[in-house]
């Protein structure tokens, strides 16, 4: 492949983190999403939060319902469970009987709908137990929530507080760092002595393309505030060195989180950035600024369904290095949303 081509196919990727969430504005977030990936992990943070396989089966219908009427059938949804302090091994069984992907650890008070969080990782030992032995993988939000550390350190303390130690008394159990957004988690992740494959990370494109800077720049940005929060320059580029660099532990999960333009231009404005729009445009951009797009289709559709052992897609897709402009606001239900560069434009689309 040449070094600056002006299209690129790949097999169709996967997203491995995308919250969609529920009732009317669902449908919306959903054919983004549909457009560009063939599955994805949808995150339980739901009000309530998704709990039991009972409910992510009723939820995997609902999902179902909005795209049958939107006309879709070849997009699979890979379901999750939250975990609490309350979960009990029996159900980590169950989930991985009945297909669960995943359960996912929000600590208690760390982002969005985390209240129903764990609030201490060994309340949770008699489940990580059982998800070691069936060998269901533990998907993590990787922050530390006491008040007294920094909001910018929080990642990095988590590693050493908690991951650290998880990884000691749960040698086997199969671990995703979520959305990573420091150098200290993308070399911890690339460094890991693990028996097999027992760690990866999930990367996502704001926090490839963006520093903290951007939630400042001029003024408040409140739709460049996602969680855990953009950090300085020096890791921006150590996660691109780490998503461009082939290695399989590290593989594509957008954190698309939709809220409301309201909900966002306030005085407590929720975090999540909305990705789904472009962000195959959004990661290909991020590549192409390193001169590594031949890097892309490794780490978009292969090293995310190696890892959780599934197949891989077999259908292609093609970038076309042309301009599209996003538009200022998207509708979600009865309301807005806007998307991640709104009002600029991304040099490349899916054809
Ligand atoms: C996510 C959301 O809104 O559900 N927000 C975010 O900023 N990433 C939750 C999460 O993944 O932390
Ligand atoms: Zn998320």
Redesign the pocket.
């Known amino acids: 492949m040449p070094n600056s081509p002006t299209q690129i196919q790949l097999i169709q990727p996967d997203d491995w983190?995308l919250?969609i969430r529920d009732g009317a504005i669902m449908r919306d977030v959903l054919a983004d999403t549909a457009r560009q990936f063939a599955r994805a992990i949808i995150?339980p943070?739901l009000k309530p939060p998704v709990t039991a396989v009972e409910l992510a089966h009723a939820y995997r219908s609902r999902i179902e319902a909005n795209l049958k009427s939107l006309g879709i059938n070849d997009f699979e949804p890979l379901m999750t469970l939250y975990l609490t302090d309350n979960t009990s091994a029996d159900e980590v069984r169950k989930a991985k009987a009945e297909g669960i992907v995943g359960f996912k650890l929000?600590p208690a008070g760390?982002?969005?709908?985390?209240d129903a969080g764990v609030t201490d990782i060994r309340h949770c030992y008699k489940a990580l137990e059982a998800m070691q032995e069936v060998g269901m993988p533990f998907l993590v939000?990787g922050e530390v929530t006491h008040s007294e550390i920094d909001i910018f350190d929080r990642e990095a303390v988590f590693i050493d507080q908690i991951l650290e130690p998880l990884r000691r008394d749960f040698p086997q159990l199969k671990i995703v760092f979520?959305?990573i957004t420091t150098k200290q988690a993308a070399h911890y992740v690339r460094d890991a002595l693990t028996a097999g494959n027992t760690i990866a990370a999930t990367i996502t494109p704001q926090h490839l393309l963006m520093n903290r800077n951007a939630i400042f720049s001029g003024g408040i940005r409140p739709h460049n505030?996602?969680?855990?929060v953009l950090k300085r320059e020096e890791h921006r580029v150590a996660l691109l060195e780490a998503a461009t660099s082939g290695n399989p532990r590290f593989f594509l999960g957008t954190?698309s989180?939709?809220?409301a333009k309201g909900d966002k231009e306030a005085a407590c404005g929720?975090?999540?950035?909305y990705s789904a729009f472009n962000a195959l445009g959004l990661y290909a951009e991020a590549f192409e600024s390193v001169n590594r797009l031949e890097k892309l289709e490794g780490f978009a559709s292969f090293f995310g369904p190696d890892f959780y052992s599934l197949p891989r897609n077999s259908k292609k897709i093609t970038l076309k290095k042309q301009a599209q402009s996003i538009p200022q606001e998207l509708p979600l239900g009865d309301a807005t949303i806007v998307p991640l560069r709104a009002g600029e434009t991304i040099a490349w689309s899916l054809v």
Request: aromatic share 8%.
């Open positions: 983190h919250h995150m943070n929000y760390a982002t969005t709908n985390s939000h979520e959305h505030y996602c969680l855990p954190d989180a939709p809220h929720c975090a999540g950035c």
